[in-house]
């Protein structure tokens, strides 16, 4: 069974940063694609960033230049910096791993973005 837990939401002004933190636990996780989604009131869930285990990356085009997700195998977690934050990235972020196929998500944290 494989387990996420998401950390580091909460409000911040327009231009200002974030990092959420996903810790995951599990077998073989430290080897499983992991991404960032995110859902805001009214809208679908959609995908932020995505990275496999080797490291490769793919962004949502609303945020190319301004989030970077990255990963620690070592520690079996993966990480999204959000930098230049806007209003529109108001949402509940998800982190996400496929293991054999099937998805598992966290809970959730929510990043407002407000002045």
């Known amino acids: 069974q494989v387990q996420l837990v998401e950390s580091g939401g909460g409000l911040v002004q327009p231009g200002g940063s974030l990092r959420l933190s996903c810790a995951a636990s599990?077998?073989?996780?430290?080897?499983?694609?992991m991404g960032w989604y995110r859902q805001a009131p009214g809208n679908q869930r959609e995908l932020v960033a995505f990275i496999t285990a080797g490291g490769s990356t793919s962004y949502a085009d609303s945020v190319k230049g301004r989030f970077t997700i990255f990963r620690d195998n070592a520690k079996n977690s993966a990480f999204l910096q959000m930098n230049s934050l806007k209003p529109e990235d108001t949402a509940v972020y998800y982190c996400?791993?496929?293991?054999?196929?099937?998805?598992?998500w966290g809970e959730g944290t929510l990043v407002t973005v407000s002045s």
């Open positions: 599990g077998s073989m996780v430290s080897i499983s694609p």
């Open positions: 996400n791993l496929v293991k054999w196929g099937r998805n598992y």
